[in-house]
């Protein structure tokens, strides 16, 4: 059974700067979608950010212009850029990835906190 693991989480004062990396222990065909969800306690996940198979991204505009989401689809890795952090942004980020044949596969999560 494929496992997705994130890493690049911490703590990190507002203002700064984090790279999450996820990538997936063998190899995943025909993906579909990857993307990015955080989730604070006693609230829904919600979508931070998506790309396609083709490439087309999508983000929540919270982030919008902030945060960038890239794979590298050789390395069945997704990764999250995460600029000029807010406070707001302390969250559990998890990444999935959707693919025609596993369907949706999760990491466990990496938490980010940013204090202000």
């Known amino acids: 059974q494929v496992q997705l693991m994130e890493s690049g989480g911490g703590l990190v004062q507002a203002g700064g700067s984090l790279r999450l990396s996820c990538a997936a222990s063998e190899r995943i065909f025909s993906i579909e979608l990857m993307g990015w969800y955080r989730q604070v306690p006693g609230n829904q996940r919600e979508l931070v950010a998506s790309?396609?198979?083709?490439?087309?991204?999508n983000y929540a505009d919270s982030v919008k212009g902030r945060f960038t989401i890239s794979s590298d689809n050789a390395k069945n890795t997704v990764y999250l850029q995460m600029n000029s952090l807010k406070p707001e942004d302390t969250a559990v980020y998890y990444c999935k990835v959707t693919s025609l044949w596993n369907g949706d596969t999760w990491g466990k999560g990496t938490l980010v906190t940013v204090s202000s």
């Open positions: 790309v396609t198979s083709g490439g087309n991204t």
